[in-house]
């Protein structure tokens, strides 16, 4: 059988095959940590659950809108005038089939061949694959530790090139946990706006946010970069809705159309009494998102300082999302090769920074429990303590 060519140019998720690994491993009774899923450990909040449920006994079981339902547009546009400060109506607004099925849906209506998109690194491990399904070329721009992860404004400036349809933009970002400041984001928007090219801005993070540190959407500097900007978000990781798969675009009407003939021939609408549980998520109490961060809050102070109390180990404080991109680099070690011996010998689970372009690290989730957490850890000592 001959598959199609584009599926040779697409890696495998790493993510996906070590998680599904290390709960292989769990359920033939091994005593496994692991820090690998970006998962949060809580369950869906129950109010949540609720709407969800009403919804089935209402009888919303039926075919819906592509777009998504009209009630959720209109809570997901209030929440962006509101919280964001962004000018959105609900005919601006698809939803999805989850954050990654909003960016995969983009790239489907915006890339194609000779098209270049513009990826800070490290980065999360689906942008460059998407890019690649949708003919496009991924310009990627290493960023450093030092530099806390991010791209610098000239450094953005001097990838553009007159092939640039788009930038991409992750804030809080996966894997490192980096935050822009409002000044960051300011600088990143002239250059967009100099060169007249879009950008995306990956928010599904924004309310996970530590010591003071600010989320400013790019989308709302103002009107010119306004014009330019796509705004993808979902619900999966401040309200531990994972498994629902419901996130959201919002963009220029003329994308928002493009994106629902795509949608409209692929998936069809999201799951439609789950898009009941999302309008709850938005227009109900946000206290179980504050009740989550707490503990986030308290896990990456743990994870922190155990990391870099390890010698020849090290990591810079996140200040968003629940992950730590950690140096591995004096074990001599590629970030694979450790990742699998740490799993094998020590029955620790963690993502290889070469899924996210940085060889010489690897990500930790601190989105599991506290005994995960303390156990692991000191396995996790032990072993770099072995290796150096």
């Avoid at 970006?38 to 969800?52: C, N, V």
């Avoid at 599904?204 to 014009?227: C, M, P, Q, R």
């Avoid at 003329?254 to 309008?279: D, L, P, R, W």
Wanted: hydrophobic share 40%.
């Amino acid at each position: 059988m001959k598959l199609a060519q584009r599926i040779a140019q697409v890696n495998p998720s790493i993510t996906l095959t070590i998680t599904a690994e290390a709960k292989a491993m769990k359920a033939q009774g091994l005593d496994v940590c692991s820090f690998s899923a970006g998962e949060p450990d809580f369950d869906t909040p129950a109010h949540i659950k609720e709407a969800a449920k009403k919804a089935l006994d209402d009888g919303k079981t039926k075919y819906g809108a592509a777009v998504g339902e009209l009630p959720l547009r209109e809570a997901i546009a209030h929440k962006l005038q509101k919280d964001n400060n962004l000018n959105y109506q609900p005919e601006n607004i698809i939803v999805t089939n989850g954050g990654k099925h909003s960016l995969y849906n983009l790239m489907m209506v915006l890339i194609e061949a000779g098209d270049e998109v513009i990826i800070p690194a490290p980065y999360w491990l689906s942008y460059p694959e998407m890019v690649t399904l949708a003919g496009g070329k991924s310009v990627i721009v290493p960023t450093t530790a030092a530099n806390g992860y991010k791209i610098t404004a000239n450094q953005l400036k001097q990838a553009i090139t007159p092939k640039t349809k788009l930038f991409v933009l992750n804030s809080p970002s996966n894997p490192t946990g980096a935050v822009y400041s409002p000044e960051e984001i300011k600088a990143l928007a002239q250059v967009i706006i100099d060169h007249d090219i879009l950008v995306v801005s990956d928010e599904i993070y924004e309310k996970i946010l530590y010591d003071g540190a600010t989320h400013l959407s790019i989308g709302a500097v103002n009107e010119e970069i306004f014009k330019r900007t796509i705004t993808s978000n979902g619900f999966a990781k401040a309200y531990s809705m994972t498994g629902w798969r419901v996130g959201y675009v919002a963009a220029p009407t003329e994308i928002i159309k493009a994106m629902v003939k795509v949608q409209g021939h692929s998936t069809s609408n999201v799951c439609t009494f789950a898009q009941y549980g999302a309008i709850a998520a938005l227009t109900s109490s946000q206290d179980c998102v504050k009740t989550m961060l707490d503990a986030f809050s308290q896990r990456r102070k743990i994870i922190y300082q155990a990391i870099n109390s390890i010698p020849h180990i090290s990591a810079p404080m996140p200040q968003g999302a629940f992950y730590l991109f950690v140096d591995i680099n004096a074990t001599g070690l590629t970030s694979l090769d450790f990742c699998k011996k740490l799993l094998q010998e020590e029955n620790v689970a963690t993502i290889p920074g070469i899924a996210f372009g940085e060889d010489r690290c690897i990500r930790f989730s601190y989105a599991t429990d506290m005994a995960s957490i303390n156990k692991g850890l000191e396995k996790f000592s032990q072993f770099v303590n072995k290796l150096i």
